[in-house]
């Protein structure tokens, strides 16, 4: 067999058409996980546009024909010479595995992203398939790669020699303004808002990242510990290249995948000076910290330049847990920062854990009732993970009881996970009732006007299909006189 990664000497490229593939399914995806870009592998793919002749860049989410494997295959040993790889989640890894086991021996099968990073042995162990991983910012290494560079030379890559595993050494982070921002040219799909799989109001939506790192510590987000991965310190961009990207993108609805937009607040406010001098008309979404509420002035600059949503990581109710996780900050500080953030008319989004190290039932329960309390607008609760090198596997080991599942979730023997699950719905029902449903559509068409009059009418219009999908999606896993007993009966149970 002819060794693949050895450079034909009659073309200038050493690859012809290298396919860039995100490879979660749509059948599983959630709606949030459907409504954004893949920016990781967009950045990836951008960056080796010269260096190979050709670049097919596939969602596998908004593939419908492409998503059967068969077919995929197919095209892959017709047209493709390299197989580049994004797993970024810790989510479908068995189902992208078997999908990486199916690839064919003789085409180079690269991956990279978060979770490749996080699990680099364990991905090489379960995927024969896999040449090599990229670890940590993929841009500068790719090219190296799709330039047939000798392994050992590219700095950032593990891959397989005689049997074993070589782990190069880490590669310099190159400077944030010298990355290219991802080129939407290369899209198949565009990005819509899709509720519960139903294409509602035609809204677009696209993710400009402005920055990349964070300085916090919290327990358990844990990629700076990793000895295989490679985390920058904040580093942010120039607000013009920032703005000039907003500008370019043709979505109305955009997403800062930042970690943090409000880390520098005197930066996010040249942000919005230079969006609202530019009279551009989008709407912004931002991840942040409670923090931000030290800012009015920032935030009622947000308001004007179009900023319509606030994700903010809440964590949990219970000082002994937030100290535990490391975040950073008590319940009073969460309540009063609340208190000034809600004289804003901005959507607040906020993240919980729960099932943390030694919580109750009890304890867990109360997300719903805090949440409500502080006026947050929407909530996400998930079960804790614990990853791979979380400081917080050392509370685990010393407290009796506590476990940790294959999916990283913890679970102990007062609360197993079907237990956990259980208290998820609980929590999810005593907040979601149909009073808050209708504080929620109150609040994005009257209050903050996350929508205009004609996108509400098309929500309106698509809301009997919503409902049956709804219905539909009960149905089929089961539950629907559960879950309608729980909303209108006894939701607080
Ligand atoms: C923006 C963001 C989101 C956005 C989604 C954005 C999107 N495009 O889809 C939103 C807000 C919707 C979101 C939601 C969630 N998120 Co999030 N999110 C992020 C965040 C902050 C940034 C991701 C990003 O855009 N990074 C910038 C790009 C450039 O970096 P990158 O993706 O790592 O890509 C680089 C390399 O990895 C590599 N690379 C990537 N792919 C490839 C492929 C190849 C072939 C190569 C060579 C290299 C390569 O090169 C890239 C460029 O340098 C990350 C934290 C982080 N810093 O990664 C968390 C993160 C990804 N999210 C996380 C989580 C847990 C969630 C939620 C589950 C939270 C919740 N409570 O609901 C949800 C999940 C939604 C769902 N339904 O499943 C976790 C994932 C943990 C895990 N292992 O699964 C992270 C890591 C945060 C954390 N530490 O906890 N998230
Ligand atoms: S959870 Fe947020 S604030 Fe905490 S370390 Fe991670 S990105 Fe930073």
Known sequence: MTDPFIISKDTKMKYKHAL????YIERSATSAMMLFPPTGLEYVATSAQDHVGKITLLDLRYEKDLSDVDKLLDFIRK????????IGWNRQIKEICDLLNRMPKDIPLVVGGYTATEKVEELFEHCPKIDIIVRGEGEETVREILSGEPFENILGISYRKNGKIVHNGHRPLPDIDNIASPDRALRRNEYR?????????????????????CPYNCKFCTFKLNPLGQKRDYSARSVESVVNEIEGVPANMIL?????????????EEICDLIIARKIKKRF??????EIAKYPRLLEKMVKAGFKTLLVGIESPHDRILAQLNKGFDSATVRRYFAVLKKYPIYYHGYFIYGNITETEEEMLYIAQFAREIGVDSITFLKLRIE??????EIVDKTPGYHIGDNGVLYSEAYSYADLKKIGRKIKFAFYTPSRFLHIFKKCFIDIKFFTLSEAMAF?????????????REIQKGRLSDSLKRTFIHNAK
Do not use: H, W, Y
């Open 193 to 213: 808002f899709l509720f519960n799989g139903v294409n509602v109001a035609n809204l677009a939506f696209d993710t400009v990242l402005s920055a990349r790192g």
């Open 460 to 472: 309106l219009a698509a809301m009997p299909q919503v409902l049956k999908s709804v219905i539909a």
């Open 256 to 268: 800062f995948s930042d970690e943090n937009f409000s880390l520098d607040a005197k930066r996010a």
């Open 79 to 86: 047209e493709i010479d390299i197989v580049c790889v994004s």
């Open 20 to 23: 860039f593939m995100n490879p």
């Open 388 to 393: 791979k090198f979380s400081p917080l596997k």
């Open 285 to 290: 979404i931002a991840q942040t910290r409670i």
